[in-house]
């Protein structure tokens, strides 16, 4: 079966210090990765995804993940937090066999980056 | 390009009502979902289309929830009777371009059932 597991309900940081939002995964074939963000009142935005290829992927406002096999992991990076950064953000799954209906969401961490 | 159009985006009635909540996915896109989140439950799938047919309704809590896509650019998702338990915020979402391609997330529709 798929899962995902977002370890930490919320993460605070300092604005201008590095951030990592952690994500781990279990499919049965190979991953298909995203990453959302929930401002307040809004529905989800794409960040960014892992296909194939290079591990670090990049993605919209400076944000990167870094995809390892090993550890079954795609944890949600930034190098310098903003203060407006602070929302909700979601990991989510898919197996290559699987049809678009199974992406699978983890519960959401609330990433808060104070002044 | 016009994204994901949800209305209306707050919904106040009674308990016992209908409630009819509308869709409108991006054009080209062949698979449409509807999601409802709670603060208890978080984010849960609850019936998606493929081609306009309904695939997958095993989320869907009970009877009371229907959802329908009568053409590609239309789906309801229907309520009725609506009871307290029913409130929270709907997303319809859609995606095309294969499984490699992201679900795109309309602004959702708050609904609160008094």
């Known amino acids: 079966a798929q899962s995902v597991a977002q370890p930490e309900d919320q993460v605070n940081v300092a604005e201008g210090n590095p951030l990592t939002v952690k994500c781990t995964y279990s499919?049965?074939?190979?991953?298909?990765l995203f990453w959302y963000v929930q401002y307040p009142n809004r529905g989800l935005q794409f960040l960014l995804k892992y296909i194939t290829g290079d591990n670090l992927v990049k993605g919209s406002y400076g944000f990167e993940a870094e995809f390892n096999k090993s550890q079954t992991s795609f944890h949600l990076k930034k190098p310098s937090a903003l203060v407006s950064d602070s929302a909700l953000y979601f990991c989510a799954v898919r197996d290559d066999g699987g049809s678009q209906g199974n992406l699978i969401f983890g519960k959401g961490t609330k990433l808060s980056v104070k002044p | 390009d016009a994204g994901v159009i949800q209305s209306p985006r707050h919904e106040v009635t009674e308990m016992g009502q209908e409630v009819t909540l509308r869709c409108k996915p991006i054009?080209?896109?062949?698979?449409l979902f509807w999601y409802r989140q709670t603060m208890m439950r978080g984010l849960e799938l609850l019936i998606y289309?493929?081609?306009?047919?309904?695939?997958?309704d095993s989320g869907m809590p009970e009877d009371r929830f229907s959802a329908k896509m009568p053409n590609a650019s239309f789906s309801t998702l229907k309520i009725q009777p609506s009871e307290p338990r029913d409130s929270a915020v709907y997303f319809c979402?859609?995606?095309?371009?294969?499984?490699?391609?992201?679900?795109?997330f309309g602004d959702g529709t708050r609904l609160s059932i008094l």
């Open positions: 979402a859609s995606t095309g371009g294969g499984p490699q391609g992201p679900q795109h």
């Open positions: 499919v049965s074939g190979n991953p298909y």
């Open positions: 054009s080209g896109h062949d698979y």
């Open positions: 289309f493929n081609n306009n047919v309904p695939i997958d």
